[in-house]
């Protein structure tokens, strides 16, 4: 005989485990939000420059309200409102209000609602369908078989052009990348003066975009009229390249762990030759995947800087740009095949990527 009776099975349902509620955030919290609501409605409602009003009928009268500032206040009161019944507390409250307001702000600034109201007109009528329809019918005869115009030099030789500006940019500009990291991050420069004046320096690389820098060569040494529209799209991507390599690598230098260095340094190891052993192997993955990344940047960035006259199918592109009354065919050809060269480019970079890394 057992000790232990048998227990017959329980047929209750098990009761449902009741989940603890947040508690409510302060009312007044909510209503000092409420009042931020109305002054952002009162200062997008005194700055508007459209005419277009909202008008609410109530029977005996009918009220007016502008119609932009009073769909964004609107749209205000909703987020309090979905904070409030979801329990938010009233700072994530707050960030949610000023997300609403600031995103209101800067489209307001740039017309960005009135303008998203024409589009589907602008799109399907006017000249805008037909360079639509161009687009998506590129003439691709054009894009073998002819040559760029008043020369002998076919359209295919552009993207050649292209291809060889992006190589001689990308290994230029990294290898210097690799140095001015290297001089930028405290773990591998040799005092914090020189690493901060580097970082000082990469900031301003990095702050003046690539297409300023085209055009700051071209005015200094000339574009495809004296013939050398292809060194002042290569010297634009190497600054270009300059900045990105600088800044992601010197990133990578400053999380490398410290255990290699410290054993350099208790070696006896001088700098040169510290950076060398324990801090180059450790990014160098890194610096190969960032290298290229910037080879894949390079081949779309030649085609935006075609727009101030260098060379490569960048500059074709931006004379067919500027003859597109006689047709849209030939900048279709261009922008798929620019699409069809990126991908297999992105495609090449992974493949070298899994073998390399």
Do not use: H
């Not at 691709?140 to 940019?169: D, H, K, Q």
């Not at 727009?307 to 960048?314: E, K, N, R, S």
């Amino acid at each position: 005989m057992t000790a232990v009776a048998d227990r017959a099975p329980s047929t209750a349902e098990p009761t449902p485990v009741k989940r603890p509620e947040p508690p409510k955030p302060p009312l007044q919290n909510y209503l000092l939000l409420v009042g931020i609501a109305v002054l952002a409605l009162a200062f997008f409602w005194w700055t508007r420059e459209s005419t277009e009003v909202l008008f609410l009928p109530l029977g005996f009268t009918t009220l007016w309200a502008p119609q932009w500032p009073l769909i964004g206040f609107l749209v205000m009161l909703g987020v309090l409102a979905l904070c409030w019944f979801t329990r938010t507390g009233a700072m994530a409250a707050f960030g949610a209000l000023s997300f609403v307001i600031i995103s209101y702000w800067a489209g307001a600034n740039i017309y960005f609602l009135d303008r998203i109201t024409e589009l589907p007109g602008r799109l399907t009528g006017g000249s805008t369908r037909e360079q639509l329809v161009g687009y998506f019918n590129p003439d691709w005869s054009y894009l073998l078989f002819s040559n760029v115009a008043g020369t002998s030099r076919p359209i295919w030789g552009e993207w050649l052009i292209t291809l060889c500006m992006a190589i001689v940019a990308t290994i230029i500009g990294c290898l210097i990348g690799l140095l001015l990291a290297m001089l930028a991050s405290p773990v591998s420069s040799p005092n914090r003066f020189t690493s901060q004046g580097v970082k000082s320096l990469n900031s301003v690389v990095r702050s003046i975009p690539d297409v300023a820098w085209a055009l700051l060569f071209a005015a200094f040494i000339g574009s495809t009229a004296y013939g050398f529209g292809a060194l002042a799209a290569v010297l634009a991507l190497i600054m270009f390249n300059i900045g990105i390599v600088a800044k992601l690598l010197g990133e990578s230098i400053d999380a490398v762990e410290m255990g290699p260095l410290e054993a350099a340094d208790a070696a006896g190891a001088s700098l040169i030759q510290r950076d060398r052993a324990a801090v180059l192997p450790a990014v160098m993955p890194s610096f190969i995947s960032y290298s290229l990344y910037v080879f894949e940047l390079n081949i779309r960035a030649s085609a935006a800087l075609g727009v101030v006259g260098v060379a490569g199918i960048g500059g074709e592109l931006s004379r067919q740009i500027g003859r597109m009354s006689q047709g849209y065919e030939n900048v279709g050809a261009i922008l798929w095949a620019l699409v069809l060269v990126v991908l297999l480019v992105d495609l090449l970079s992974l493949w070298i990527r899994r073998k390399l890394l």
